[in-house]
């Protein structure tokens, strides 16, 4: 017959400890009678006799007392492991295993994690950047980032908030070379594109038509699978490109960069924040979700609102007269 070993050799060693059945199952909180039982199945399980029992009083037998002084550390070297991981669970230190894209987030993720380890200076962050989608147990990811239209299967995810796909230019370029007014006219012009780094596949610019999305290829000026470069020779007016709008927000707002075509501007992807069962998780885990939610989630510094995009492109409109 099968025994759970743990549970009888933890009634047999309660019960050394105490000498008393009685004291044994209050300690235990269970039936005498249960406490009776599974001494004799560990008895039967070793086919020794571990205890001389009498309706009084019971006093170990000396294969009771081999078996107490080989058993008994182990029992509590086991206790003090469950205890010391159900209290780590419940403390706010320790690893904390994130991933995320490299390209796009860099920025918004050091300030999330550097105001997270002023809190919380006992956690450690172990930060993954690559712009493929991992494999989330193998990966032992805690909480993880992801640029998308919706999230992936097997994993919790919490919408943070849309990121536009904005064409933009510098005004130097285009008192240069023109603005574009309509996708015909972008073969004409200077164009960088984005290399996955996870595929090394160019990233087609997209835009909306009607109620469609469509893939508009260019023949690129430049290529580069890093997104800031891509930025920087866009500031410098070598290039138009196709920037995530947590990249170009700040330098819309602030004229360094026009928006082109705005009415073919593609709205339908999101960043997502990724984490398993909450109820498993370590606090320092969840404490790291709420603080993401807490200052990204509906977050409108990344996001322009057709106002603000429709009065930047009122400046491609005037250098262009």
């Known amino acids: 017959m ?22 044994t199952a209050a300690a235990l909180n269970i039936s005498p009678q249960a406490a009776s039982q599974a001494l004799a199945q560990l008895e039967q399980h070793l086919n020794v006799r571990l205890f001389h029992r009498t309706t009084r009083s019971m006093a170990l037998t000396d294969e009771g007392r081999q078996f107490l002084d080989e058993a008994q550390p182990s029992l509590l070297g086991l206790r003090r492991a469950l205890l010391s991981a159900r209290q780590a669970k419940d403390e706010i230190a320790g690893p904390l295993r994130i991933v995320g894209p490299r390209s796009t987030f860099q920025g918004l993720l050091w300030r999330l994690i550097d105001e997270f380890c002023e ?3 006992g956690v450690v962050p172990d930060v993954q950047l690559e712009d493929r989608v991992g494999n989330w147990v193998e990966d032992r990811v805690d909480v993880g980032f992801r640029l998308g239209l919706s999230p992936h299967e097997g994993v919790i995810a919490r919408r943070l908030f849309p990121v536009q796909l904005v064409l933009c230019a510098s005004p130097d370029y ?26 090394g596949r160019v990233v087609p610019w997209r835009f909306k038509v009607g109620d469609e999305e469509v893939e508009q290829p260019v023949v690129p ?10 930025l920087h020779a866009v500031l410098a007016g070598r290039v138009i490109g196709q920037l995530a709008g947590v990249t170009a927000a700040p330098h819309l707002r602030a004229g360094r960069l026009v928006p082109l075509l705005v009415d073919h501007m593609p709205d339908r992807y999101s960043y997502f924040v ?9 606090v320092r885990v ?6 993401v939610v807490a200052r990204l989630a509906g977050n409108g510094e990344h996001v322009l609102d057709m106002h603000e ?13």
């Open 221 to 230: 000026a430049l290529c580069t699978n890093d997104e800031i470069l891509e």
């Open 174 to 199: 285009l008192r240069r070379h023109g603005v574009p007014d309509s996708m015909a006219a972008l073969p004409a012009h200077r164009c960088s594109v984005y290399r996955n780094p996870g595929t």
């Open 286 to 291: 969840r404490a790291f979700i709420d603080l």
């Open 2 to 23: 099968a025994i759970n070993e743990f549970r009888t050799i933890s009634v047999f060693i309660t019960a050394a400890e105490l000498g008393s059945l009685r004291k």
């Open 274 to 282: 990724y984490y398993g069962s909450r109820s498993a998780q370590p």
């Open 309 to 321: 995009m429709e009065a930047a492109a009122r400046g491609a409109r005037a250098l262009s007269g």
């Open 119 to 121: 809190r919380h200076p």
